[in-house]
């Protein structure tokens, strides 16, 4: 295959994206949001919202860009299918689920308003704001890149908790992969979700979890059958397995010892079948990863548990190795979130409603992914004072976007003049808008 056939590919590949997004995603105002997501990609870090309206891609005035996220359809469990199978049927697959922060502290009158966390550059890492919580289950290409693809992004509703919609997610994505018999998808997460009750729901899917533990956590082992039958209720816990008394810990089933670009000497030590205290219902493989041991003072180690899927493709191979690059793979899910909110300006706007910030949410996403779709073809085209880079960030591929853009039009239909509308009605009152408290949750029970 040549150059120009395989550029020509990637076009094809955009367009049909974009079309199938405008035809079958959206549906209320499907025009200005198509022309709305065109003037998002190419546009770049926005002050303001309306300021997209600016941009020549969006036809339209500015009222209108307004409009199509008040009023318009995002039709979201289509977008769920439709993004999970733009993901690779072969091999093995990571996914990251992560969470992150739309600050809206002033806003009072919009409802289901949170105490959320909120990291910010401070000494001590972050915060706590008031504003609205997401959940993004994001498809990762590569580990030590800036691309995460998010292939559902939910807000999280003050009556449930993070866990809750992140087993919602992952059930949802094995649902619409599970007609892929040659691939394996796995999915990271931090230590936020590393309990029982976010594991035991999604015990006999198609998908493999990965998430942290604790460092002071205690395990026990499956009982050992009894020579003889004995009376009484059978025995619930085997071998005690503490995390922080290397002499609980016994003979590892996989020990593994390699040498990574990025991470130094790697030792991992995998035991399985092991399972929480009061979580006996619960079986997991823990998995020990002890990195940079080169150093003279090498980082601590980390925990990680392995919830395997019902069923393994066949000539895929899960060793303790594929479990650590599960969660390596969730880093990318940082700097994604972080490029969405400074140069697609995800929580930039002041909307008067949550569910437009959902459909901007969804907006946000399907731009990550177009730049995503331009990388192959696009060319580096670095500021004075920037370096050419050779694996293009998504900012790069922003700058260089509009070049690509300039060789086909926008599947949205051309804007028609609608008169000047009447405004207000004069002598009309303006009734005040009910304000709202602000939910402080109850820690769940794990």
Not at 191 to 218: C, E, K, N, W
Not at 235 to 253: I, L, M, N, Q, S
Not at 358 to 363: C, G, T
Not at 431 to 436: A, E, G, H, S, V
Request: aromatic share 10%.
């Amino acid at each position: 295959m040549n150059k120009k056939q395989s550029t020509q590919e990637n076009l094809n590949r955009i367009i049909e994206f974009r079309q199938a997004i405008h035809v079958h995603g959206f549906g209320k105002q499907r025009d200005a949001l198509s022309e709305a997501l065109d003037a998002l990609c190419l546009t770049g870090a926005i002050s303001s919202f309306p300021l997209l309206s600016l941009s020549k891609n969006f036809r339209r005035r500015w009222h209108s860009l307004y409009k199509a996220l008040e009023r318009g359809e995002v039709k979201v469990d289509w977008l769920r299918d439709y993004l999970a199978q733009q993901v690779p049927r072969r091999g093995i697959q990571f996914f990251s689920l992560d969470g992150t922060a739309w600050p809206r502290p002033r806003a009072q009158t919009m409802d289901d308003r949170q105490y959320v966390y909120h990291p910010t550059p401070a000494v001590n890492g972050g915060s706590v704001c008031i504003g609205y919580p997401y959940s993004l289950l994001d498809w990762v290409p590569e580990a030590h890149r800036s691309w995460s693809l998010s292939v559902n992004v939910q807000r999280i509703p003050g009556d449930k908790t993070a866990g809750e919609v992140g087993v919602a997610q992952i059930k949802a994505l094995d649902e619409s992969r599970a007609g892929f018999s040659e691939v394996l998808d796995i999915v990271a997460a931090d230590g936020h979700y590393g309990h029982a009750g976010f594991l035991r729901p999604l015990q006999g899917l198609h998908t493999g979890i990965v998430v942290r533990l604790r460092q002071d956590r205690v395990l026990y082992r499956a009982p050992v059958p009894p020579e003889k039958p004995a009376r009484g209720r059978p025995r619930v816990h085997g071998e005690r397995f503490a995390f922080k008394e290397p002499a609980t810990w016994g003979e590892p089933d996989e020990h593994l010892t390699l040498e990574h670009p990025k991470f130094g000497r790697v030792t991992l030590e995998r035991w399985n079948h092991l399972h929480g205290k009061r979580d006996a219902d619960v079986s997991f493989d823990v998995v020990r990863a002890s990195i940079h041991l080169e150093r003279e003072k090498p980082p601590r180690p980390i925990w990680l548990a392995w919830l395997a899927p019902a069923h393994i493709p066949e000539g895929i191979t899960v060793s303790a190795e594929t479990i650590w690059q599960g969660y390596t793979h969730r880093w990318p899910v940082e700097p994604g979130i972080r490029f969405r909110k400074q140069r697609l300006g995800w929580t930039t706007p002041r909307f008067q409603h949550k569910e437009t910030g959902d459909r901007w949410s969804w907006l946000v996403a399907l731009a990550f992914w177009l730049l995503f779709l331009a990388r192959p073809i696009v060319q580096d085209h670095p500021l004075p004072w920037q370096k050419p880079q050779q694996h293009l960030t998504p900012q790069r591929v922003q700058q260089s976007l509009p070049l690509i853009f300039a060789q086909f039009g926008s599947p949205a239909r051309a804007p028609k003049q609608r008169g000047k509308p009447p405004g207000w009605t004069k002598g009309k009152r303006r009734t005040p808008k009910q304000r709202f408290k602000v939910l402080k949750k109850q820690p769940a029970a794990t």
